[in-house]
């Protein structure tokens, strides 16, 4: 369902061969050296000493060369990729926009300009351009798919048909049926240390499974009474040694949480006067749940007590997102998976907890929330601080369905029953722009692990890839049959696997 652009019309064939015949006059740069000053985007922290560049070479690529050497990173393998800012307002650099300021006087040569800048990730994912396979198995639509933790090789999937399935992603193949649940499968998540899987079903059980044999670990942990919509597993930072515990949200109104080891509830969080539709467990020991009673409530993990209410939505909570999903997701594991996993106990949650600091540094060390809403509205929080939010987020015009935080939390991504990908800055709130191309509402989206790109699933039976920057379709992914319900990108930015109505597993490669 790709759009298909119409065939250029004579007047427009006429008007291109004008412009081709006439020369295009080259734009004169100013000569003049600006004072210029590298500053850090999230903190204002002065990069290195104040320097004078000539505005011709006032460049995205030339910049970066030199904040690197101020920095005292001359070798070529320990340079960082940087992001610029514009310094006179909103957006990216622009050198185009510092010559005309310069040109109309707004600035002069005298004046220090102060760049914002942001270090990126030092790996780069390309985007999935083909389908490396299509894997049938399961008997009814896929409801959820989430990548193991350490590796792209393993994708687990909930459906339908009773059943979750893990696959084989290098050879495309399934791995292991995981049956058990006596309805749909509504909820799938890998614990952080890629050693447990666990699933929620629409018979009102978790049930938690061993990866590598496909086999229950114990059996269904039984205490809600209406199905399970959400599961979330304890940071591994904050975990007692040998007691992984584990979150459940349920349309029973309640959250319950479960020791993983003797399958017996711990607590039950009970306040929501409606279906509890998201559960998040953030590292810094807090619980956030969202649901439909328009609320979201946040609780202490170690006694349950409810700490604070959040209210500002009109309508239905139907997603939370936390600016650190991606690093209490993977825990220890960086963007090389199972190489660079540390040997002790203690050394992976020494890993996991940098990795959790560092995440928090964009935003001053705090953990940032954002909700969506049926309302058509986003808000985002830092819940730490105040039960006031930070902003409103409008723009979508029909209800958000899911929303996301890049792994670098700079940029938050939301998908709408409007068709629409919007784009916010995950500081202030702000909107960015809006990915236009889906014809169809959008169920889902993911960032890749080096936030540089973003894959979405819609409705409209495609996938679609965008690159952030500049908000432009990088690959438009069509070869479901049907609609797309899950889509997930594997934080070692190798493949993307998809799953929806058409009851195949697509695993995306570049």
Known sequence: ?????????????????????????????????????????????????????????????????????????????????????NPLGDGEFNQEQIIKAYVDGTTTTELQLNIPCRAEAVFKVKAVTRCSASVSGHGESILSAQFSPATSSRLATGSGDKTARIWDCDTGTPLHTLKGHTGWVLAVAWSPDDGVLATGSMDNTVRLWDPEKGTPLGGALKGHTKWITSICWEPYHLREPGRPRLASASKDYTV?????????????????KGSVTTVKWGGAGNIYTASQDRTVKIWTSATGTLLHTLTAHAHWVNHLALSTDHVLRTAYHDHQGRKAVPDTVDAKRKKAKERYDAALAPAGGVERLVSASDDCTMYLWEPSNSNKPLQRMVGHQKQVNHVTFSPDGATIASAGFDNHVKLWNAKDGKFISTLRGHVGPVYQCAFSPDSRLLVSASKDTTLKAWDVRTGKLAENLP??????????????????????????????RN
């Open 1 to 85: 369902m790709a759009t298909v652009l119409p065939p250029p019309s004579k007047r427009q064939k006429r008007d291109d061969a004008a412009r081709a015949r006439d020369p295009v006059e080259q734009p004169t740069i100013p000569e003049g050296l600006q004072r210029i000053q590298f500053r850090d985007a999230d903190t204002g922290a002065a990069q290195g000493p104040v320097v004078s560049v000539s505005l011709a070479d006032l460049r995205s690529q030339n910049l970066s060369l030199l904040l690197n050497s101020l920095l005292g990173k001359t070798d070529p393998a320990d340079r960082l990729p940087y992001r610029f800012y």
């Open 479 to 508: 070869g479901h049959q049907d609609e797309v319900f899950a889509v997930d990108w594997a934080p070692d930015g190798q493949r993307v696997g998809s799953g929806g109505q058409d009851k195949a597993v697509r695993i995306w």
């Open 256 to 272: 319950r949480i479960w020791d993983a080891v003797s399958g017996h509830t711990d607590m039950a969080l009970t306040g929501h």
